[in-house]
């Protein structure tokens, strides 16, 4: 079945070091969108590509969506304390245009101070 | 404040016992969706409903599971005989009527011992 794959699945960076995490979809998608949990939290939206080889930017995280729309990154500079959480990706499941979406299992972002 | 919201937020229920979450979605959204998220994992799509029309429902929601949303408002999600397996956060997520981007409640945690 369709599937979202995302890694690594833990990263423990110092703080002032950046971060990528990287998301692979089995199929074709759409769009894809980010969503980062807090530890204790649920997932809060972040972003949504749409376009082939879109790029974009919220401060200092840089999103990136693949050529062939199968895979996307998430990059933060300069992490600081603020950025530790989970970073899920997600696709629309199939052909569906409402929210049934498929997650990535996340990457899970600790940063030393 | 006119988020999604949940309730109950903390649930311990034994084995054997049904217990009921509820959903209030964002006001003006007519999309209401349940999913199912357990440690180190994404959430998992359980059902969908668009207004009171429950349209899709996911092969995890097993016949102990049912969900409602009679006015095309709030939903509940009920669980009956609960398993040990059912241990989970239940997120509740609205959406309007276009687009697949998601916006979740708090969700409710649900512990069976």
């Known amino acids: 079945g369709q599937q979202v794959m995302q890694i690594p699945q833990y990263q423990h960076v110092q703080e002032g070091e950046d971060f990528t995490t990287y998301c692979n979809s089995s199929?074709?998608?759409?769009?894809i969108q980010w969503y980062k949990q807090r530890p204790g939290g649920h997932p809060v939206f972040l972003i949504q590509l749409v376009k082939s080889g879109e790029v974009k930017k919220q401060k200092r995280l840089t999103f990136q969506f693949g050529e062939a729309k199968k895979n996307s990154s998430l990059h933060i500079t300069a992490t600081q304390t603020t950025d530790v959480g989970t970073y899920f990706c997600a696709g629309p499941h199939g052909s569906s245009n409402t929210g049934k979406l498929i997650f990535g299992q996340g990457t899970t972002l600790q940063v030393k101070p | 404040d006119t988020g999604v919201s949940q309730d109950p937020r903390h649930k311990i229920t034994k084995r054997g016992q049904n217990v009921t979450f509820r959903c209030d979605p964002i006001s003006e959204h007519n999309r209401l969706y349940w999913y199912r998220q357990t440690l180190g994992q994404g959430p998992e799509f359980l059902t969908y409903f668009q207004n009171e029309a429950q349209l899709e429902k996911s092969r995890l929601l097993s016949d102990r599971f049912s969900a409602e949303r009679p006015k095309g408002s709030f939903s509940t999600l009920e669980i009956q005989r609960t398993e040990q397996g059912d241990s989970a956060m239940y997120l509740c997520?609205?959406?309007?009527?276009?687009?697949?981007?998601?916006?979740f409640g708090e969700g409710s945690w649900l512990t069976v011992v």
């Open positions: 997520a609205s959406s309007p009527q276009q687009g697949n981007t998601i916006y």
């Open positions: 199929t074709t998608l759409s769009n």
